[in-house]
């Protein structure tokens, strides 16, 4: 479903469910001023044109023992077809990368990289990323403060040029 054919109410219910997406049908409903049938259909479309993907528990990784966050660059020596396949496939495998991006700039590619501590991010490092197929530059950006997590889609601003 593009996105000129949500509506506001789609937007709505878009923005709530970023919002908690623990709310029930019956109080997501009374939000957006819809009974609740009419609103789980809306819901249900949305999930199955895959504009809604999932419903994930957010964690708090020290929390969990991940203290360290650091943004991997990667350059690759060719941008070959084959190589970027195999470095993306290997990439995607790896339970530390939270998020990967295939980026312009000084990198090819940019990581998000978890892990419990500096000797942790050690051995990642030099026993896997430096590993992966045709790596050719690592650049390790550590985080020291979170300002921002896990924001939320600005939908208002998704029709404005």
């Known amino acids: ?6 509506d506001a ?12 997406a623990r ?3 019956v109080e997501l409903a009374e939000k957006v001023n819809l009974s609740p049938s009419p609103c789980l259909r809306r819901v249900r479309r949305l999930e199955a044109s895959g ?12 929390s969990v023992g991940l203290e360290l966050t650091v943004f991997v660059g990667i350059k690759v020596e060719r941008h070959h077809e084959e190589q970027a396949n195999a470095f993306r496939e290997a990439v995607v495998k790896l339970p530390e990368v939270v ?5 312009s700039g000084e990198s090819d590619f940019l990581l998000q990289v978890v892990v419990p501590s500096l000797a942790a991010y050690e051995a990642f490092l030099t026993g896997t990323l430096l590993r992966l197929p045709g790596v050719s530059d690592i650049r390790s950006n550590f985080a ?3 300002v921002k997590e896990y924001g939320t889609l600005p939908l208002d601003n ?3 040029a």
Do not use: C, F, W
């Open 99 to 103: 998020t990967a991006h295939l980026v």
């Open 9 to 20: 109410t789609d937007r709505l219910i878009l923005a709530l469910l970023q919002g908690d």
């Open 1 to 6: 479903m593009p996105s000129d054919q949500l």
């Open 158 to 160: 998704s029709n404005k």
């Open 51 to 62: 504009i809604i993907r999932g419903y994930h528990a957010e964690l708090d990784r020290r």
């Open 23 to 25: 709310l029930t049908n």
């Open 144 to 146: 020291i403060q979170p």
